[in-house]
């Protein structure tokens, strides 16, 4: 770990832990950890901690192992899934038709925030942004919401 990552692995625990009223001794009992162990890692002590610690204590605070391996860098964004495997995944019961839905909608929100220049024109002017003029072409005096104003 980095020593940011492992701040932020400190912080995320301490957050998560003070949100559930839980000292170190009851995370410790929980998640059948020595003590010692999760004080040393909430200090910042392991610079390299078992995954299995990691994994019972987050199991106790609410954190799936994802969560924890990105945070200390383990997994990266590239070793995720792409949201609609997600949502395959984790949704199967629901139809294809309703994964695409929110995976467009998905893409119109992340679409809005993902302009290097902080520039968020509005999907009138289309001729801004190749992926609004695909999507929307001239679309002035239209309803039409813009992906660009939450």
Same mark, same amino acid.
């Given at each position: %770990? *980095?020593?940011?990552?492992?701040?932020?692995?400190?912080?995320?625990?301490?957050?998560?832990?003070?949100?559930?009223?839980?000292? @170190?001794?009851?995370?410790?009992?929980?998640?059948?950890? $020595?003590?010692?162990? @999760?004080?040393?890692?909430?200090?910042?002590?392991?610079?390299?901690?078992?995954?299995?610690?990691?994994?019972?204590?987050?199991?106790?605070?609410?954190?799936? =192992? %994802?969560?924890?391996?990105?945070?200390?860098?383990?997994?990266? =964004? $590239?070793?995720?899934?792409?949201?609609?495997?997600?949502?395959?995944?984790?949704?199967? /019961?629901?139809?294809?038709? @309703?994964?695409?839905? @929110?995976?467009?909608?998905? *893409?119109?929100? %992340?679409? =809005?925030?993902?302009?290097?220049?902080? $520039?968020?024109?509005? =999907?009138?002017?289309?001729?801004?942004?190749?992926?609004?003029?695909?999507?929307?072409?001239?679309?002035?005096?239209?309803? %039409?919401?813009?992906? /660009?104003?939450?």
């Amino acid at each position: %770990m *980095t020593p940011e990552q492992t701040v932020e692995l400190i912080n995320f625990l301490k957050k998560k832990r003070n949100e559930l009223h839980l000292s @170190v001794n009851e995370v410790a009992r929980r998640a059948n950890v $020595d003590v010692g162990t @999760v004080w040393r890692i909430e200090q910042g002590k392991i610079a390299k901690p078992h995954a299995e610690s990691l994994i019972a204590i987050g199991n106790v605070l609410g954190i799936n =192992a %994802m969560q924890l391996f990105t945070t200390v860098g383990w997994l990266t =964004a $590239d070793d995720l899934p792409s949201f609609g495997t997600y949502l395959h995944a984790k949704y199967a /019961h629901l139809p294809d038709a @309703v994964i695409r839905h @929110v995976e467009h909608h998905f *893409t119109e929100i %992340m679409h =809005a925030y993902s302009h290097s220049t902080g $520039d968020r024109h509005s =999907a009138a002017e289309p001729e801004h942004c190749p992926w609004c003029a695909n999507h929307y072409g001239h679309v002035a005096n239209s309803t %039409m919401e813009s992906p /660009h104003e939450p």
